[in-house]
T-cell receptor, first 115, second 113 residues
Framework: GQSLEQPSEVTAVEGAIVQINCTYQTSGFYGLSWYQQHDGGAPTFLSYNGLDGLEETGRFSSFLSRSDSYGYLLLQELQMKDSASYFC????????????????FGKGTKLSVIP | DAGITQSPRHKVTETGTPVTLRCHQTENHRYMYWYRQDPGHGLRLIHY???????DKGEVSDGYSVSRSKTEDFLLTLESATSSQTSVYFCAITGTSDPYEQYFGPGTRLTVT
């Protein structure tokens, strides 16, 4: 099975930088994804790391260390609209023709951005 | 935005009644998923489909069944709804050309009284 751990809540100041950590335990591992969800909305894809290192997309970056079973999402120049829940998700199996693009999600981190 | 819709968006039903939720996509994506989201649990996979008439169970499949008779439609059925199935249900799709991203529908809020 798979398990993911991420902090339940984080508070940060507008304009600052915040890091949301995710540690995972899986029987197999092919990549770590991050999703954002605003209250009352649907999750939306932010980033994917299949290899170790940093992936940057605008103000958001995501990092993966496979040897440490650890990743993080880094949000820079925080804006009020970044207040949302952030989920890490593990892809634990390779495509096998049987729908193995399954993701297992963490329980989410609620980020509150304050003025 | 990916063309994915869910119906109904809200539903209140009584314990013991059957309920069917519909997910419809216009992207011709092969893979479709049903999740439920509850406070403190994140998103949990109920069932998924890897093609027409090809489905399999996810993490929390007890009490749920699915069907996919057309590429564009994936139905989730609660044969006899229970209060523990009160939740927000999300459908998601993935294409083979972009397997790392799941696109989510707007969700269905189901209340079982």
């Amino acid at each position: 099975g798979q398990s993911l751990e991420q902090p339940s809540e984080v508070t940060a100041v507008e304009g600052a930088i915040v890091q949301i950590n995710c540690t995972y335990q899986t029987s197999g591992f092919y990549g770590l994804s991050w999703y954002q969800q605003h209250d009352g909305g649907a999750p939306t894809f932010l980033s994917y790391n299949g290899l170790d290192g940093l992936e940057e997309t605008g103000r958001f970056s995501s990092f993966l260390s496979r040897s440490d079973s650890y990743g993080y999402l880094l949000l820079q120049e925080l804006q009020m609209k970044d207040s949302a829940s952030y989920f890490c998700a593990v892809r634990a199996s390779e495509y096998s023709g049987a729908g193995s693009y399954q993701l297992t999600f963490g329980k989410g981190t609620k980020l509150s951005v304050i003025p | 935005d990916a063309g994915i819709t869910q119906s109904p968006r809200h539903k209140v039903t009584e314990t013991g009644t059957p309920v069917t939720l519909r997910c419809h996509q216009t992207e011709n994506h092969r893979y479709m998923y049903w999740y439920r989201q509850d406070p403190g649990h994140g998103l949990r996979l109920i069932h998924y489909s890897y093609g027409v008439k090809d489905t399999d169970k996810g993490e929390v499949s007890d009490g749920y069944s699915v069907s996919r008779s057309k590429t564009e439609d994936f139905l989730l059925t609660l044969e006899s709804a229970t209060s523990s199935q009160t939740s927000v249900y999300f459908c998601a799709i993935t294409g083979t050309s972009d397997p790392y991203e799941q696109y989510f529908g707007p969700g269905t809020r189901l209340t079982v009284t």
